[in-house]
């Protein structure tokens, strides 16, 4: 008995309580975070591709990706059961599916052939096989299997220069004289809708306009040339089964012959796919090639956020901490904010859809856009609104993380400062806020991870599927907030949950949730970075 | 005599200007108060600091801090060019007077002024005083050492940079002479551009006191400055405040007796908010007026 008073007494099982919870914690996270660095690195490995010869004499050709033991053969006679293999095959318009199962106890052999291609399409998946037949136009210009890859692979590296070049026209120079077309075209509405047009104003607009769509039709041509080239050269591709294919070289992205390449050159290919994730376009209904727009649009948003978040938060902090006279008032007011932090975030994104949306943005339209109307300009969901909203969502952190920072200034300084004749607003300028400026950007840190991981408000405010344009690009006014853009978060949802082919799009949930993580750690990292530049500067003092 | 011709000319001013209400206050402490005694001795008892031109006059002096009363009827006159060292136990209110030189407890929530501050004649606490005006004419150095966690130059340049005066050459010039006031400048001429957080405790206080004399105050209000410094350091801040006083008024509040003796030429001793005891500090310390000043600075409570 005094025994275990003396055990409870001393704290041992508090502190060992304390510190399995502590473990717990860390354990869940390093776990989920291992799986999604595991998951997501791995995809970017070139797999070698094995062949296997079934009992029944077909044969398959993929990568494995899992295996797993199948339920039903588990039984007291044999414990372990039978296992399965599950198998990228690719050519999902050869086969239909891209995966298959593949009975352990079904195979009768295996082989790692060395020739074998892997192709990246830009269409239709990957294609295991190989190269039978190389054309240009309707001549062969080679045959075989061995001879065919030296005929053809310069081609495809000449294809990626074309891509580009297509790439340019179709988005900067078509996009430059679209854009110029509908201003003009909106001008000539505008006019004639005040009923202040002259016939020669009319006409030198038409003429203008007539200008543009000659150069489209100009650029239309260049592309229509180039898609030529583009399409010149085929390749008829074989699969295990004997199935034969014929692409152009254009359609393909990339071709790599995993079994026969060595580690070095693998890692080389590791390094290019991850680069090529974080720097390309989505094809395929985002399942596959990048998510470059994804990255810039999160990037984007939680910066314009910050800009709009920090000066209102820290203002209003500043009111309610040092200029307005404490009482129930502000007791009352302090309760509000902390307890709008905990609304949920759809919430925010009704009231965005609402107010900033229909509201703000139709009148917005009505005012300064009417002649584009009935097409919304900002009287749709958009960059603007959707930063402004998750801004909305965050500003109470910022406040409250503000008032701690201010409350955490030593009196001495104030004192101190208006002792030297400096009136309350220069001590707050000169000495306080800077003072607080750790405080203010805990509460940017704060800010930044709640919305950097924030999907639901913005699926009303803003962000889309597949967005046809950045935000940023080389039009005036350069920046376009009005613009739908692409998110991280959304993507994994969308990538994940709406995609028609799961299983394929699996690695690319796994690769997009890895790098909204990196994120919001660069992200973080940046402003604890600053953060503890500022404390080095402002702690310390003495006594 | 001066003094005395000080005070009835202000009294005078006060029964002008003042409404009905606090006339009859005056009026009624005249006739109550101890506090009157004070003056009345230091007229005849030979005050040594008679011939020394008043800088701060206190009149009727009360302070509420919400309900509470922190002092009471302070009457005192503070001579020019002389360190005078309140003392007192703890919440006898001496650093709240401190502070009601130079209005910073304008900015204390709840707290309310009754009397008058004169300095140079003028009352402190009429409307249309300026209150960071004031604060420019008296300066302050604080208990608790204050530097900003600026750079040694920004911490001094900073009450001249208030005064929008931007040259360079000239706020370097100010620097340097309010540091050599401080007798600082030969320690921290290399490092100026460094934090001021990185020097010791004692070269802090000396840098706040730097920083004070670089609005060029007409005096010196010193909230126990010497408490958290070693007694090197304090040593060095006393010798300061003796060439100091050549320049300015100080009035310094300490709960170090010997140190009130060693460096103040009057002391005044406080008590629950009161006045006990004004006078020459050789008379307080050898042969106060007051059995209480006796005990306090004998050691026998406080």
Same mark, same amino acid.
């Given at each position: 008995?005094?025994?275990?008073?003396?055990?409870?007494?001393?704290?041992?099982?508090?502190?060992?309580?304390?510190?399995?919870?502590?473990?717990?914690?860390?354990?869940?996270?390093?776990?989920?975070?291992?799986?999604?660095?595991?998951?997501? @690195?791995?995809?970017?490995?070139?797999?070698?591709?094995?062949?296997?010869?079934?009992?029944?004499?077909?044969?398959?050709?993929?990568?494995?990706?899992?295996?797993?033991?199948?339920?039903?053969?588990?039984?007291?006679?044999?414990?372990?059961?039978?296992?399965?293999?599950?198998?990228?095959?690719?050519?999902?318009?050869?086969?239909?599916?891209?995966?298959?199962?593949?009975?352990?106890?079904?195979?009768?052999?295996?082989?790692?052939?060395?020739?074998?291609?892997?192709?990246?399409?830009?269409?239709?998946?990957?294609?295991?096989?190989?190269?039978?037949?190389?054309?240009?136009?309707?001549?062969?210009?080679?045959?075989?299997?061995?001879?065919?890859?030296?005929?053809?692979?310069?081609?495809?590296?000449?294809?990626?220069?074309?891509?580009?070049?297509?790439?340019?026209?179709?988005?900067?120079?078509?996009?430059?004289?679209?854009?110029? @077309?509908?201003?003009?075209?909106?001008?000539?509405?505008?006019?004639?809708?005040?009923?202040?047009?002259?016939?020669?104003?009319?006409?030198?607009?038409?003429?203008?306009?007539?200008?543009?769509?000659?150069?489209?039709?100009?650029?239309?041509?260049?592309?229509?040339?180039?898609?030529?080239?583009?399409?010149?050269?085929?390749?008829?591709?074989?699969?295990?089964?004997?199935?034969?294919?014929?692409?152009?070289?254009?359609?393909?992205?990339?071709?790599?012959?995993?079994?026969? @390449?060595?580690?070095?050159?693998?890692?080389?290919?590791?390094?290019?796919?991850?680069?090529?994730?974080?720097?390309?376009?989505?094809?395929?209904?985002?399942?596959?090639?990048?998510?470059?727009?994804?990255?810039?649009?999160?990037?984007?948003?939680?910066?314009?956020?910050?800009?709009?978040?920090?000066?209102?938060?820290?203002?209003?902090?500043?009111?309610?901490?040092?200029?307005?006279?404490?009482?129930?008032?502000?007791?009352?007011?302090?309760?509000?904010?902390?307890?709008?932090?905990?609304?949920?975030?759809?919430?925010?994104?009704?009231?965005?859809?609402?107010?900033?949306?229909?509201?703000?943005?139709?009148?917005?339209?009505?005012?300064?856009?009417?002649?584009?109307?009935?097409?919304?300009?900002? +009287?749709?969901?958009?960059?603007?609104?959707?930063?402004?909203?998750?801004?909305?969502?965050?500003?109470?952190?910022?406040?409250?993380?503000?008032?701690? +920072?201010?409350?955490?200034?030593?009196?001495?300084?104030?004192?101190?400062?208006?002792?030297?004749?400096?009136?309350?607003?220069?001590?707050?300028?000169?000495?306080?806020?800077?003072?607080?400026?750790?405080?203010?950007?805990?509460?940017?840190?704060?800010?930044?991870?709640?919305?950097?991981?924030?999907?639901?408000?913005?699926?009303?405010?803003?962000?889309?599927?597949?967005?046809?344009?950045?935000?940023?690009?080389?039009?005036?006014?350069?920046?376009?907030?009005?613009?739908?853009?692409?998110?991280?978060?959304?993507?994994?949802?969308?990538?994940?949950?709406?995609?028609?082919?799961?299983?394929?799009?699996?690695?690319?949930?796994?690769?997009?949730?890895?790098?909204?993580?990196?994120?919001?750690?660069?992200?973080?990292?940046?402003?604890?970075?600053?953060?503890?530049? @500022?404390?080095?500067?402002?702690?310390?003092?003495?006594? | 005599?001066?003094?005395?011709?000080?005070?009835?000319?202000?009294?005078?001013?006060?029964?002008?200007?003042?409404?009905?209400?606090?006339?009859?206050?005056?009026?009624?402490?005249?006739?109550?108060?101890?506090?009157?005694?004070?003056?009345?001795?230091?007229?005849?008892?030979?005050?040594?600091?008679?011939?020394?031109?008043?800088?701060?006059?206190?009149?009727?002096?009360?302070?509420?801090?919400?309900?509470?009363?922190?002092?009471?009827?302070?009457?005192?006159?503070?001579?020019?060019?002389?360190?005078?060292? =309140?003392?007192?136990?703890?919440?006898?209110?001496?650093?709240?007077?401190?502070?009601?030189?130079?209005?910073?407890?304008?900015?204390?929530?709840?707290?309310?002024?009754?009397?008058?501050?004169?300095?140079?004649?003028?009352?402190?606490?009429?409307?249309?005083?300026?209150?960071?005006?004031?604060?420019?004419?008296?300066?302050?150095? =604080?208990?608790?050492?204050?530097?900003?966690?600026?750079?040694?130059?920004?911490?001094?340049?900073?009450?001249?940079?208030?005064?929008?005066?931007?040259?360079?050459?000239?706020?370097?010039?100010?620097?340097?002479?309010?540091?050599?006031?401080?007798?600082?400048?030969?320690?921290?001429?290399?490092?100026?551009?460094?934090?001021?957080?990185?020097?010791?405790?004692?070269?802090?206080?000396?840098?706040?006191?730097?920083?004070?004399?670089?609005?060029?105050?007409?005096?010196?209000?010193?909230?126990?400055?010497?408490?958290?410094?070693?007694?090197?350091?304090?040593?060095?801040?006393?010798?300061?405040?003796?060439?100091?006083?050549?320049?300015?008024?100080?009035?310094?509040?300490?709960?170090?007796?010997?140190?009130?003796?060693?460096?103040?030429?009057?002391?005044? =001793?406080?008590?629950?908010?009161?006045?006990?005891?004004?006078?020459?500090?050789?008379?307080?310390?050898?042969?106060?007026?007051?059995?209480?000043?006796?005990?306090?600075?004998?050691?026998? =409570?406080?």
């Amino acid at each position: 008995m005094k025994f275990l008073q003396r055990f409870f007494a001393s704290g041992t099982l508090f502190i060992w309580l304390s510190g399995g919870a502590l473990a717990c914690s860390l354990l869940l996270i390093g776990g989920l975070l291992t799986l999604i660095f595991i998951n997501g @690195m791995g995809y970017f490995w070139p797999k070698d591709l094995i062949q296997l010869t079934l009992n029944d004499d077909s044969k398959v050709l993929g990568e494995i990706v899992d295996s797993q033991r199948i339920p039903e053969t588990v039984t007291t006679a044999f414990p372990d059961g039978q296992s399965r293999i599950q198998l990228k095959v690719g050519n999902r318009d050869v086969y239909g599916l891209d995966f298959r199962w593949v009975d352990e106890a079904d195979i009768a052999q295996r082989i790692w052939p060395q020739d074998v291609i892997a192709f990246e399409r830009r269409e239709w998946g990957n294609f295991y096989g190989w190269v039978t037949v190389v054309w240009d136009g309707d001549t062969r210009l080679a045959e075989g299997r061995d001879i065919a890859w030296n005929v053809w692979y310069p081609f495809l590296e000449q294809t990626e220069s074309l891509h580009q070049e297509i790439h340019h026209i179709e988005r900067d120079v078509i996009g430059a004289i679209n854009s110029e @077309m509908e201003r003009a075209r909106l001008h000539l509405k505008a006019l004639e809708s005040k009923g202040e047009i002259s016939q020669d104003s009319a006409d030198s607009l038409q003429q203008d306009i007539q200008q543009r769509e000659a150069a489209y039709q100009e650029q239309i041509q260049r592309l229509v040339g180039l898609y030529e080239r583009l399409n010149r050269y085929r390749v008829t591709l074989i699969d295990v089964t004997g199935e034969e294919k014929t692409f152009p070289v254009g359609g393909l992205v990339r071709a790599w012959r995993p079994n026969s @390449m060595s580690v070095w050159e693998k890692i080389k290919m590791y390094a290019e796919n991850f680069w090529n994730v974080l720097t390309d376009e989505p094809r395929e209904a985002n399942t596959e090639g990048g998510i470059f727009p994804a990255i810039f649009g999160t990037v984007m948003m939680v910066l314009v956020m910050s800009v709009v978040v920090v000066p209102f938060g820290v203002l209003a902090a500043v009111y309610l901490k040092e200029y307005a006279k404490q009482g129930l008032l502000t007791r009352m007011i302090r309760i509000a904010v902390n307890n709008l932090a905990g609304v949920p975030s759809i919430v925010f994104g009704v009231f965005g859809l609402g107010f900033f949306v229909y509201a703000v943005g139709g009148t917005i339209d009505q005012l300064f856009f009417s002649v584009s109307l009935p097409n919304p300009t900002f +009287g749709t969901g958009g960059m603007l609104w959707a930063s402004l909203t998750l801004a909305l969502m965050t500003v109470p952190v910022v406040i409250v993380a503000t008032e701690e +920072g201010l409350s955490a200034v030593p009196r001495e300084y104030r004192e101190g400062s208006l002792g030297l004749g400096a009136t309350k607003f220069e001590s707050l300028m000169r000495v306080v806020l800077p003072c607080a400026m750790p405080g203010i950007l805990t509460g940017l840190i704060l800010a930044v991870s709640r919305a950097t991981g924030e999907v639901a408000p913005l699926m009303l405010t803003g962000v889309v599927k597949l967005a046809p344009a950045l935000p940023v690009d080389s039009q005036f006014p350069f920046m376009h907030l009005d613009r739908k853009f692409m998110h991280l978060g959304f993507h994994i949802y969308d990538v994940g949950f709406q995609s028609p082919n799961v299983e394929a799009a699996k690695p690319m949930v796994y690769v997009t949730t890895l790098v909204l993580v990196l994120v919001v750690l660069l992200l973080n990292m940046t402003a604890i970075a600053l953060r503890t530049r @500022m404390r080095k500067r402002y702690a310390g003092a003495s006594v | 005599m001066e003094i005395e011709q000080k005070i009835l000319e202000n009294s005078v001013s006060l029964v002008k200007t003042t409404p009905a209400k606090s006339l009859r206050l005056v009026v009624e402490t005249r006739q109550t108060d101890p506090m009157k005694k004070i003056f009345l001795e230091s007229e005849t008892a030979q005050h040594p600091l008679t011939d020394a031109p008043a800088k701060i006059v206190i009149q009727d002096m009360n302070f509420y801090y919400g309900t509470v009363q922190a002092l009471k009827c302070v009457n005192m006159t503070v001579p020019a060019n002389k360190v005078t060292a =309140f003392i007192g136990p703890s919440g006898c209110g001496k650093s709240t007077l401190l502070r009601c030189l130079n209005r910073l407890n304008d900015l204390v929530d709840g707290t309310r002024v009754e009397g008058t501050i004169l300095l140079d004649d003028e009352n402190i606490y009429r409307p249309e005083v300026d209150a960071t005006d004031l604060r420019t004419r008296v300066g302050m150095v =604080f208990q608790k050492i204050n530097p900003f966690p600026k750079t040694v130059w920004q911490n001094v340049a900073y009450g001249p940079q208030l005064q929008k005066i931007r040259k360079r050459a000239i706020l370097d010039d100010i620097v340097e002479t309010s540091l050599q006031g401080a007798g600082l400048w030969e320690e921290v001429k290399d490092r100026l551009h460094a934090s001021a957080l990185g020097l010791s405790g004692g070269q802090q206080q000396r840098l706040c006191i730097a920083r004070a004399l670089a609005v060029n105050p007409e005096v010196l209000l010193m909230d126990e400055p010497c408490s958290a410094l070693d007694p090197i350091s304090t040593g060095r801040i006393e010798e300061l405040l003796h060439t100091l006083k050549e320049r300015l008024t100080v009035v310094i509040v300490t709960h170090n007796m010997q140190q009130a003796a060693r460096v103040s030429d009057l002391t005044g =001793f406080f008590l629950l908010g009161e006045l006990i005891e004004f006078d020459g500090t050789k008379k307080i310390f050898t042969n106060p007026g007051d059995s209480r000043t006796e005990d306090y600075v004998t050691g026998r =409570f406080g």
